[in-house]
């Protein structure tokens, strides 16, 4: 029962490097979301992907890229890092039902990510 | 834009009471609405959705309550325990049901 599994758990970087951050699920769902959970600005939504070769912008895109070659991974990268991107970033992926909507999304345990 | 608010920000109530949190969002023209619980460190765990034609949804000792034309839903809790404490957030998709709006959460303990 793995569900959504994110690697690294833990990281740190410093200003300029880069990283991918890697998610893969068991499930077989469509879609699936990139978050960043900060404090006081609540979980927003980075990017996602409707299906494998798929990828759309969220709320707060920029800074990173993503890709989704295979249905079961969904990778987000920051090219060159920067201390702003600082945050616990969640994946999690859903079935979507086109008469009732989004279906209930799971989500992996989050990487924490540090920018020095 | 959605925007979606939950009240209070933090609870904390002796082991036993029944609460409930609030969580109000400004577009009503919503497919859903979803309950999530986050334990300190960990990701989001799905609790309950419910549908935009229901009113609610029970799982256990959990209720969760939508009145879409006042914009507002309400999570109720029975007999809280000492395990429930934890952050509970609400979240609604957009239109095309592809994106999540989170409220800010509430953080509740519960004391033995």
């Known amino acids: 029962n793995a569900g959504v599994t994110q690697t690294p758990k833990f990281r740190v970087l410093k200003t300029g490097q880069s990283m991918t951050l890697l998610c893969a699920q068991d499930m077989n769902h469509e879609y699936m979301y990139w978050y960043r959970q900060d404090p006081g600005m609540g979980l927003r939504l980075i990017h996602y992907?409707?299906?494998?070769?798929?990828?759309a912008k969220g709320e707060v895109p920029d800074g990173y890229n993503v890709s989704r070659l295979k249905k079961q991974n969904f990778l987000l990268g920051l090219e060159s890092a920067a201390p702003s991107q600082t945050s616990v970033y969640f994946c999690?992926?859903?079935?979507?039902?086109?008469?009732?909507?989004?279906?209930?999304?799971?989500f992996g345990d989050g990487t924490r990510l540090s920018i020095l | 834009k959605q925007e979606v608010t939950q009240i209070p920000a933090a609870l904390s109530v002796p082991e036993g009471e029944n609460l409930v949190l609030n969580c109000s969002f400004t577009?009503?023209?919503?497919?859903?609405l979803q309950w999530f619980r986050q334990d300190p460190g960990k990701g989001l765990t799905s609790l309950l959705l419910?549908?935009?034609?229901?009113r609610e949804q029970t799982s256990g000792r959990l209720n969760a309550s939508l009145d879409k034309s006042s914009g507002r839903s309400t999570l109720y809790i029975a007999a809280s325990q000492p395990g429930d404490s934890a952050t509970y957030l609400c979240?609604?998709?957009?239109?095309?049901?592809?994106?999540?709006?989170f409220g800010g959460g509430t953080r509740l303990m519960v004391k033995p």
């Open positions: 577009d009503s023209a919503i497919y859903n």
């Open positions: 992907s409707v299906g494998e070769g798929t990828t």
């Open positions: 419910i549908q935009s034609s229901q």
């Open positions: 999690a992926s859903s079935y979507f039902n086109a008469g009732s909507g989004a279906q209930p999304q799971h």
């Open positions: 979240a609604v998709p957009n239109n095309a049901g592809n994106m999540l709006t």
